[in-house]
């Protein structure tokens, strides 16, 4: 059974860097073709792809949020590290991370999501 | 802004036939990459509803369906329940944007 669940902090300071983990079991992010993105979703507003990274280290970003995003994972913890420098107040959102099984490149997994607000 | 436009809203009786559309380009959709769809309830993640375009995964009704054509998509539900009241959006993959993926702009199921 698959499953994810992101942890980090539930608010930010803006210009802060904030951090993410998203905690996963039931699949290896060492096997061919298996990737874990990262999506948020501004409240009442649409889903935003912001980052994957994929078994073999490849790393896609949205390129409108590149500069601030970096995607890390730890295979042997099971892990996957999303940072996000310079917080806005416009980067309150939920942040999702899901995991991609299949060449297709849709998420079938999804955690609960982690709410973020960006405030000072 | 996306680059996967959907509408933003469509409604239906219960019983009846809703299609929701998902437009991109040639460096997305119409560039040969697999559309998704999820519907999302208030309040929780995000659910796959189909995937590579015509997909339904296990346990996800018959009513539900997808079809491509060119550089657009569509997700049908027929004949609409009260449950199918969500919002929903379509995912695809952009070479435009480095590879990176793209939802659409969303678009809300409204069961009269």
């Known amino acids: 059974q698959i499953t994810l669940k992101e942890s980090g902090p539930t608010l930010v300071k803006p210009t802060q860097t904030l951090t993410l983990t998203c905690s996963f079991s039931g699949f290896s992010l060492s096997s061919s073709g298996v990737g874990v993105a990262w999506i948020r979703q501004p409240p009442g507003e649409a889903l935003e792809w912001l980052a994957i990274i994929y078994w073999d280290e490849d790393k896609r970003y949205s390129p409108s949020l590149k500069n601030r995003l970096s995607i890390t994972k730890d295979t042997s913890k099971n892990q996957v590290v999303l940072t996000m420098t310079n917080m806005d107040p416009v980067d309150t959102a939920t942040y999702y991370c899901?995991?991609?099984?299949?060449?297709?490149?849709?998420?079938?997994?999804w955690g609960q999501g982690a709410l973020v607000t960006v405030s000072s | 802004q996306s680059v996967l436009t959907q509408p933003p809203s469509v409604s239906g009786a219960p019983g009846q036939r809703v299609t929701i559309s998902c437009t991109g380009n040639s460096f997305n959709i119409g560039g040969g990459y697999d559309v998704h769809w999820y519907q999302q309830l208030p309040g929780t993640a995000p659910k796959l509803v189909i995937y590579?375009?015509?997909h339904r995964p296990s346990g996800v009704p018959d009513r539900f369906s997808g079809s491509n054509s060119g550089s657009s998509a569509s997700l049908a539900i027929t004949g609409l329940q009260a449950e199918d009241e969500a919002d929903y959006y379509c995912l695809s993959y952009d070479s435009s944007l480095s590879g990176s993926g793209v939802f659409g702009t969303g678009t809300k199921v409204t069961v009269l």
């Open positions: 590579g375009n015509t």
């Open positions: 899901g995991h991609r099984g299949d060449s297709s490149g849709y998420i079938d997994y």
